[in-house]
Every structure is written in C-alpha cells, then in structure tokens.
C-alpha cells in the first residue's frame, strides 16, 4: 500500500489554496468592544438612530450572556478584546461601477476564481463580495431593480430600505438568541440582504463570497432573505481567508423569510482556513442560520458543504409555521487534520401538514472530529407532521470521531418520524472493486465518496456543485491508506 | 428518621447523613465507610439533577422531589403482606426481598445450594469477601458524576451482595423484590445491590418493584453486576408500580471478554421511573443485548437511558427499545452508543420504535452515536409514528372490529419484546398483563388466523 499512501499523503499534504492575503489598505477600528466601538461602527455606516438602538440593546444583553461551552468541540478560550470589531478596505467615495473598485481587490476576487468583471458579461450568478466587514460590490443589480428585487449590501439596505430591515431584523434569529448572535447583533458589520416580491421567480443564482483578509479581525455579518407571496429564489454564499497562525472569529446570522408559497434554496459552501495540519489558526465559524416558513405552502432548503474552519458549530434550521410547509437540510461536513465540527439543523413543525427532511453526510479524517447534532420538534398542534432524517458518517483512520446527537420530540400522535444513522468505513472490497478495475486508489477513494455524497452535491446549483466536488478531492483523498 | 421537606430536600439530607453515621457505631471506621463519605460529599456538591443537565433535560425530577419522605424507616411485613406482589408460577426460584431499601432475610428465601449462589449483605460480604466487593462496590458505577448513584452510595445499609462462583450455574432464578411500605406515610427507599457471577458461571436475575399502601413512594435503587469471563447473565425488569410510585435505577454492568448479558425492561405503569442501564463492554468477544417495553397510560412517566461502552475490539451490542404511549403519558429514550479507539470491529445497533395514541401523549427520544475507531459497523434508527392505517384497513376489511384491529397491532407491536424473555412463565405473565391492559381478549381472534 506504500505507493497508494504516498499518493494520498501528497493530497493530503496539499495546500490551501486560497491563502494568500490582499495588500490593500484598510481602516480599522482599534481592538477591542466597548458601546462605544458599537456607537463606531454604527457611525461609520451613518445609521439611523433606530438601528444604533437596536444595536446598543444587543450588547446589553450580550454582556449578560456566557460563552455556550454544551458543544462537542474543543478551543481555547476567546479573547473578545483581542478582536477589531470593524476593518474595510479604504475607499473614497460610492462606487457607481465596477471600474471604481480598488483593482487589488478585482485581482483578489480573479484569484479566488470569482471575477466580478466576468459575473457581469455573463449572466449566471449575481455577487455581492464582502471583504472583512464591508460589502465591496454587487453586481447585477439594476437587471434585478427590474424585476423589483432588492439585492444589496446590508448597509446599504439600511439607508434605502429602512422600512424593510426594520420589519425583518431579528425577527427570526432574536438579537439575545445565543452567545454569537448578540454579539453579531452588536457589532455586525455588513452582509447582504435581499428582497423577492411577490410573485417574482429571482431569474438568477444571488450570490455572496466572503473573505477574511485584514490580520486579527472577526468577521460579523448578517444576511437577510425575505421571500415575499409566492417568489423564489436560490442563493450562493462562499467564504475563504488568508492562512494564519492566529485563529480568527466569524460569528454570522443569516435570517430568512419565507411567505405564502414562496421558496428559498439557500447554499453554502464553506472553504474558510482550516488551520494547518497541527491544527494551528484558522476560523471559528459561529454561525446561527435559521428560516421561518411563515406562509402556507412555503419551502426553506438549506444545502451546506463544510470544509473549511477550524471549529464549525452552526446549525441551520427551519421553523415550519405555515401550514404545509416543508423544510430541508442537506449537508456534507468533511473534517480533517485537527479540524472540529458540530453541526446539524432544527425542524421545528407548527403548522399543520408540515414536512422536513434531513440529510446530513459526515465524513471524518486525520485527527478530526465531526459531529451531527439536530432536533426535530413536533408541537402538540402540527398534525400530520412527517419528518425523514438520515445522518451517516464515514470514517477516516481510527483517530479521528464521528458523533451523532439527535434530539427527536414528538408532542402529537399523528406525527411520523424516522431517523436513521449508520457509521462504517470505506469498505476494503469497495476498495478492492474499483482498483481490480483498473481504476487507481485515489480516484477510487474519490469515486466512492462523492457517491456516499451524492444525494447532497446534487442539490448544490450547477456552478457550485462542481466547486464543492473537487473540494471533496482535496479534503479528503489522503485519508485512507 | 426524620422527614424530608420541598425546600431544604438535600440539606435535610445532608442533616441525615449525619444522624445515619452516629447510628452506625463501630462500622463508622471500617472502609466501606469512606466511600459513603466520599459519596455524601460529591452529592452535596452535585444536587439533585434538573432539566438543565443534558441527562436530564426530558425528566423533571420536581414532582417528586417536592413531596416530604420518610427514608430508610424499617418496617417489619410479613410474608402475606407481600404475596401479592411474587411473580405467579415459577415456585422454584431464589427470592431476595427488600423492604424500604434494606435486605430482609426472613422474607427471603435461597433454594439454591451454597456453593452455587452466596447471599450476604454487603457490609458481611465487605468483611468476608473484601477482594470480591472492594474492586467493584461504588466503583462501577460513575459515583463522581450522578448525583442519584452519590446519594444511594452515602446512604449504604444492609444492600445486598450476591455472588456466584467460577463455573457454577444456578438453575432457579433469582427474583429480587423491592417492596416500599407506605401504609402509613410516603417512604423513600435506596436499596444496593452488587452482583458478581464469575468464571463461566451463569445465573438469571429478575428485579421488581412494588408500592404497599397508597402513599407516595421514591425509590433510587443502585446495581452493580461483574459479569466475568465467559459469564452468561439474563436480567428482567418489571415496574408495574402504583400511579404515585417514582423510582430511579441505575444498573451498572461491567462485561469481560466472551461473557453474556442480556437486559430487559418492562415498564407499565408508575409516576416517573428513570432507568438507566450502563454496560460497559471491557473484553472481546463481549455480547450485549437490551431489549425494553414502555407501554403507559395515565400520566406516567418513563425515561429509559442506556449506555453501551464499547472499550475493546470485536465485540456486539444489539438494543431495540419500543414504547407504546396513550392518555397523558410521557416517554423518554436516550440510547448511548461508544465506541472507543481500541474497540476496532465492534458492531453497535440501537432501534427505539414508539407509537402515540393519544393526542396528550409525547416522547422524546435521542438516540446517540459517539465513534472513535474506523473499523466498525454501527447504526441506530428511531421512528416516532401511529398505527398503520393500510393494516388498520386490512383487518377491518376481514370483519374485526375496530378496538380489536388496534389491540391486535398494538400487542404484535409489544409482543416484539415480550416473545425476548426466555423465563417462561414470566414472559406469560406479562403477555397477561399486556393483554389486560389492552382490554380485548385477542385469543379467539388469533385462533382464527391460524
């Protein structure tokens, strides 16, 4: 097996490649939270005082809040004053195009394989590119303007559409719901936000690509959907960050709204540095996501490929309240190395007739530990409430774990609800089929867990399923041997 | 001794404590007492347990613990005030008989030869077979972290130590009946046992509990078992208490390499009844099976916590736990599946099935898989649903009447568990009890289908 090993070390050992750093320069404020960093931020983007209000109440009720410690991850302790609240590339004035961008930047996103300037030419995929705390640019606005879509930064939306964020933030995800969330609510700095009317099928992918470059900040932002009676829309969001040694703090909320038979396909694919393979830097990534079915009829899917950070812990969920509603989580979580991931969703079932389903690949390598953790939830007046969960974790070696935790609560007797999780191994006669084939071990490997992930990748929009399957190659090929 | 209030439940105890170790005169310097030191000493720093531990999230201990209890009163019964409560049938068996937590010998009775089965209490049993109970005794059992095992563990007094040596197999059962006597006031009771079977020896264990009198009874009963190597060990549960009976059970298992064990619970009725099982599979070649019945009524609440520890390679757990829930009851399951680094070829599988038929009724369950080595196979599956309409349909259509359609997929339902118990005439007793509780006399129905 010594030649197989080596092939597989080499992947294994391969960089990543997306960890270069931007030199551009920023404006930061100092290290450090105080309400008065909040009051700088808020001051930076010229809210309005209402947001500034909101934003103070967030941090009161921060400073009461601990640090949730029930996850089955393992960090050192954060240091909230050794973070800069609020970095964004310097700039002059409001772009009108894209000719106005720092070209640094334009260089930054080619690099990342996510040229603004192509986006433009071709339709496909429009992008809203966030660099540390500030939006950059959105492309592809004025054609959705058109069809009366909102897709903007947040701040942005904040002075356009005040009446808008103002109906919807926080609506779904409470500033004082968790830990990371007040502290988002605090000092979140940007993210996009997005308006669908009524009626209104988003003709295009939307899209967000997020990226840590500045040394020593966090990155908060916040992302709002709101689906209004009977539209739909399908949205992208991927993140990366330059290497490091020091461990750097992501804590986003994503809010989404969905009305009277509007649907919303939400995808994620997250790439952020994992640390290297000592397990040294990389992202915490603290995310609280969640949608709420409010109209009848109405459909949330959240797709997820985990890669990246160092210590995931997040958990998109769905509280299906309309009647007929239906909810859907599909996730491939891949940790190697010294990589942590606790990860899962909620169903929570209101409505009547409501439907979830969940399916959740765990595939674990190196020293990793991955661990699913989701509730499904039947009130006592969601009759006919059907849930389906599958969560299966693959093993990598036997140092690394594989952790299922589900929580399944039924207060009503028409509810039917299946769970089932398995855990195994690449099977040696799998293995052996393959190669007795003629195909080689590491294209085996390849072939058979992108088949074990199939059933998630193919939920992924065209541009990203490719992405996140020669993702899977990378993270993954050098871990059996 | 004195009776425990709501508000000061622990401090009460914590008073009690000190009382219990005066009384205890000479034994106070012997070693058996230091681990009921250490163990006082851990509950007062734990508390009792409530919703906001992750193992006790679904159970709210506060409808228990806010009643007052008289604990370890002794209480002198005879033989016809516990008949009613010995298992119909199996004439030659071993009973041991608890009352209010403590061992008594004059309601007992060994059949089994000497040499095949040793009855002792422990405090006997720490004098006599101090390298038999010294290793296992409040060792077992994560003394350190329940609060519940703490408290049964200070409170140590004539439990029981039961000892089967190296080869032999006793043929009776031994029937262990933990009898709460609250005919005059509500009365707790902490009885302990140590079960230790050697050596390619083989026994069958069964436990039940029953409430004398009207009163409330709460009952924190603590087993430990060695099941050594090449050791066969069955073991039956039956709760089938009073509606303001609690009870909370730990049974604590540690398996050697080739040995058996086999669990199964029965729970039918009680106000809230915690059973936890944990099996620790320390050898290779370890089988583990655990099998439970819940089928409640009333507002019964039942929480099964099971725990399979996988520590070496090749060995197998199999658990398949169903509940059947109507009126204002509540279950709970939480099945823990480990498997450690060493525990290579383990194969781990853990089933928990529920039907709800009313619309007060819920469960919750958390089937739980936590994984350290690659080279396993292991699964778990639950399903939370109602019965099935297409086979509801299929025997309406063949003339049964609906509440004898619905009895009859209920009890096939159940009788997955019930047809596990290999003691004849107990597993007959409790189809009879499963039928009773169904109302319907499903023999003539049966008859026809053959």
């Known amino acids: 097996?010594?030649?197989?090993?080596?092939?597989?070390?080499?992947?294994?050992?391969?960089?990543?490649k997306y960890g270069f750093e931007t030199k551009i320069e920023t404006e930061s404020a100092p290290k450090g939270l105080s309400e008065d960093i909040v009051r700088f931020i808020s001051a930076k983007k010229n809210e309005p005082e209402w947001m500034l209000e909101w934003r103070l109440k967030a941090y009161a009720q921060w400073l009461e809040m601990?640090?949730?410690?029930w996850q089955n991850v393992d960090f050192p302790k954060i240091d909230y004053q050794d973070i800069i609240y609020y970095a964004a590339p310097k700039k002059k004035a409001k772009?009108?195009?894209?000719?106005?961008?720092?070209?640094?930047?334009?260089?930054t996103f080619e690099k990342l394989g996510i040229s603004l300037e192509e986006q433009k030419r071709l339709t496909g995929v429009a992008v809203d590119a966030v660099v540390d705390s500030v939006s950059i640019t959105t492309t592809f606005k004025e054609k959705l303007g058109e069809l009366g879509i909102i897709f903007c930064s947040m701040s942005e939306a904040v002075q356009d559409h005040p009446e808008l964020v103002r109906k919807y933030i926080g609506k779904v995800v409470p500033a004082n719901d968790n830990y990371f969330a007040a502290l988002n609510s605090a000092v979140f700095s940007d993210g996009s936000f997005c308006y669908i009317p009524k009626g209104v099928r988003c003709p295009m992918e939307l899209s967000t690509y997020f990226r840590i470059n500045t040394a020593g900040t966090g990155q908060f932002e916040r992302t709002l959907i709101v689906a209004d009676e009977g539209s739909y829309v399908s949205y992208l969001e991927g993140c990366t960050a330059p290497m490091r040694d020091e461990n750097q703090l992501h804590a986003a909320v994503v809010e989404l709204v969905a009305m009277d038979n509007a649907e919303i396909k939400y995808s994620t694919v997250q790439n952020w540095y994992p640390g290297d393979k000592e397990g040294k830097g990389g992202i915490y990534n603290f995310v609280t996501k969640r949608g709420i079915c409010d109209g009848v009829n109405s459909k949330i899917s959240w797709t997820q490929v985990e890669t990246g950070s160092a210590v995931t812990w997040k958990y998109p969920s769905c509280i299906l309240k309309g009647d007929n509603s239906i909810g859907e989580f599909y996730s491939v979580a891949v940790t190697n190395n010294y990589q942590q991931a606790d990860?899962?969703?909620?169903?929570?079932?209101?409505?009547?007739?409501?439907?979830s389903r969940i399916v959740s690949k765990g595939i674990s390598a190196g020293h990793s530990q991955n661990s699913y953790r989701g509730q499904v939830k039947v009130m006592k007046r969601a009759t006919n409430a059907r849930n389906y969960s599958q969560c299966d974790s693959l093993l990598m070696g036997d140092l690394c774990g594989a952790h299922t935790f589900p929580y399944i609560e039924a207060d009503n007797r028409t509810a039917v609800i299946e769970h089932e999780a398995t855990t195994s191994k690449i099977g040696e006669d799998q293995l052996f089929?393959?190669?007795?084939?003629?195909?080689?071990?590491?294209?085996?490997?390849?072939?058979?867990?992108?088949?074990?992930?199939?059933?998630?990748l193919k939920q992924l929009p065209m541009e990203f399923a490719v992405e996140a399957q020669k993702l899977l190659a990378i993270s993954l090929e050098g871990s059996v041997g | 001794m004195s009776t425990i209030d709501k508000l000061n439940l622990k401090s009460t105890l914590l008073e009690q404590f000190k009382t219990f170790e005066n009384e205890l005169n000479g034994e106070g310097k012997k070693p058996i007492h230091k681990i009921r030191q250490q163990a006082i000493q851990t509950f007062d720093g734990l508390g009792f347990p409530t919703t906001k531990h992750e193992e006790w999230k679904y159970t709210n201990l506060g409808k228990v613990l806010k009643q007052a209890y008289t604990f370890g009163k002794r209480s002198e019964l005879q033989m016809a005030d516990i008949q009613q409560f010995l298992l119909p049938n199996i004439p030659n068996a071993n009973t041991i008989v608890f009352v209010n937590g403590a061992y008594e010998p004059t309601l007992s009775n060994i059949v089994s030869s000497e040499e095949v089965l040793i009855v002792k209490t422990l405090e006997e049993a720490y004098d006599t077979h101090e390298s038999l109970v010294a290793p296992y005794f409040g060792q077992l059992t994560k003394t350190s972290e329940e609060a519940m095992?703490?408290?049964?563990?200070?409170f140590t007094k004539n439990g029981i130590f039961i000892h089967v040596p190296a080869n032999k197999v006793v043929e009776e059962p031994v029937l262990m009946y933990f009898i709460t006597d609250t005919r005059t006031a509500n009365q707790g009771a902490q009885p302990r046992s140590l079960i230790v079977v050697e050596q390619g020896a083989k026994a069958t264990f069964v436990d039940k509990t029953d409430t004398l009198g009207e009163n409330a009874s709460f009952n924190n009963v603590v087993t430990e078992i060695v099941v050594e190597p090449n050791a066969r060990v069955e073991h039956y549960k039956v709760q089938n208490d009073h509606a303001q009976a609690s009870y909370i059970g730990t049974t604590q298992v540690k398996q050697a390499q080739d040995s058996y064990y086999a669990n199964t619970t029965i729970s039918l009725n009680g106000s809230i009844v915690r059973n936890n099982l944990n099996v620790a599979l320390d050898g290779s070649n370890v089988e583990t099976h655990m099998f439970g019945l819940y089928m409640l009524t009333g507002n019964t609440h039942v929480d099964n916590h099971s725990i399979a520890d996988h520590l070496k390679p090749h060995s197998m757990s199999n658990e398949l736990y169903k509940g059947i829930m109507d009126e204002s009851s509540t279950g709970v399951f939480n099945g823990k599946i480990f498997v450690r680094q060493d525990a290579q070829k383990t194969n781990a599988y853990q089933q928990n099935r529920n039907i709800l038929l009313s619309d007060n009724a819920s469960i919750n369950t958390k089937p739980q898989l936590e994984i350290w080595a690659d080279d396993v196979k292991c699964s778990h599956g639950a399903t939370t649903g109602n019965l099935d309409e297409e086979a509801l349909f299929y025997l309406r259509s063949r003339g049964i009447a609906e509440n004898e359609a619905h009895a009859l997929l209920i009890h096939a339902f159940g009788n997955e568990i019930i047809e596990k118990i290999t003691l004849e005439p107990l597993r007959a007793y409790l189809e009879q009890l499963v039928m009773q509780r169904l109302g319907v006399d499903l023999n003539p129905i049966s008859a026809d289908f053959e």
């Not at chain 1, 097996?1 to 990543?16: A, F, G, Q, W």
């Not at chain 1, 601990?66 to 410690?69: A, C, D, L």
């Not at chain 1, 089929?433 to 998630?456: F, S």
Request: a negative charge; one cysteine or more.
């Open chain 2, 149 to 154: 095992i703490a408290l049964n563990t200070a």
């Open chain 1, 343 to 355: 990860t899962g969703t909620k169903m929570i079932h209101i409505g009547k007739n409501t439907k």
């Open chain 1, 1 to 16: 097996m010594s030649k197989e090993t080596d092939i597989l070390e080499e992947h294994i050992n391969s960089d990543y």
């Open chain 1, 66 to 69: 601990t640090e949730p410690n």
């Open chain 1, 433 to 456: 089929y393959c190669t007795q084939r003629g195909i080689d071990p590491e294209a085996a490997v390849a072939l058979i867990v992108n088949g074990y992930a199939k059933e998630v």
């Open chain 1, 95 to 107: 772009l009108d195009s894209l000719d106005e961008v720092d070209p640094e930047l334009l260089k």
